[in-house]
Structures are given as C-alpha cells and as structure tokens.
C-alpha cells in the first residue's frame, strides 16, 4: 500500500519526523491527498482548502507543494 510515492511504512516515518507522532488526522489525510492528485491529475498548479487547523493540513504540507495560510475568521457582526 503506498500513499503518493511512499509506501505506507515510509509515509508514517515522514509523519512522525514532521508532525511529531503518527496522528490519524494526518494519516488519513495522506490516503485523501493521494485519492485528489490521482483523480485530479492536474497539469496546472492548484491549491487546496482544508477546513481544520490540525493534523490534516500536515498531510496537504506532506506530499503536495502547498504550504500552510491561515486566514482570519469573519464575522458577519
């Protein structure tokens, strides 16, 4: 089982040396960001939207060139 180019044994290496421990938010952030880039099969850059602000970003930072922005939240008041 590989997720991008790692096989799974690598990519939990790379997890733990970047994030700290092996966290389910960023290992199932890998199989979501390997399942995109093998459907999307872009030829342009693109970008990705993450709707939390932990773990699961790390696995976008991981395997694709995106780095992290945070935007500050809105309030309609």
Not at 27 to 55: K, N, Y
Not at 62 to 72: A, K, N, Q
């Amino acid at each position: 089982m590989n997720i991008c180019s790692y096989t799974y044994e690598e990519f939990l290496n790379l997890v733990r040396s970047f994030h700290g421990h092996v966290a389910p938010g960023v290992i199932i952030g890998g199989f979501m960001v390997d399942l995109a880039l093998a459907t999307l099969q872009a030829e342009e850059p693109a970008g990705a939207i993450c709707e939390t602000s932990s773990c699961l970003p790390d696995a976008i930072q991981l395997l694709t060139p995106c780095t992290i922005v945070s935007y500050p939240s809105f309030s309609s008041q």
